[in-house]
């Protein structure tokens, strides 16, 4: 599986934005997916997680209420409506694939096996 994470951007604290991540591959509806973020000088850190069929989601405390994962199994996407953004949600978010695990399992980055290449929000205040 091949993910391409876009839509990131520059953003007043107060706004919108909405991240998508396409894949490629056959087996993308199979696999629970993951929004994960890195900032500067800080570790990897799991934003939501969906699993395969998008009956069951799953937030990080800091995002919760403010963020949805979604997933449309037949464009092989998924996404991250993000609003109410705050300063210190400004990071690279990465898109990630469980390839081994249908429903979710992990809620930190170890186990997933499939990463896109990242897209910037940075949130001003």
């Known amino acids: 599986v091949q993910l391409q994470a876009s839509g990131g951007g520059l953003v007043q604290a107060g706004g919108s934005l909405r991240l998508s991540c396409a894949a490629s591959g056959r087996t993308f509806s199979s696999y629970a997916m993951g929004w994960f973020r890195q900032a500067p000088g800080k570790e990897r850190e799991f934003v939501a997680a969906?699993?395969?069929?998008?009956?069951?989601?799953y937030y990080a405390d800091s995002v919760k209420g403010r963020f949805t994962i979604s997933r449309d199994n037949a464009k092989n996407t998924v996404y991250l409506q993000m609003n109410s953004l705050k300063p210190e949600d400004t990071a690279v978010y990465y898109c990630?694939?469980?390839?081994?695990?249908?429903?979710?399992?992990?809620?930190?980055?170890?186990?997933?096996?499939?990463w896109g290449q990242g897209t910037q929000v940075t949130v001003s205040s």
């Open positions: 990630a694939a469980d390839g081994g695990h249908r429903e979710i399992y992990y809620s930190g980055p170890v186990g997933y096996d499939y």
């Open positions: 969906i699993s395969w069929s998008g009956g069951s989601t």
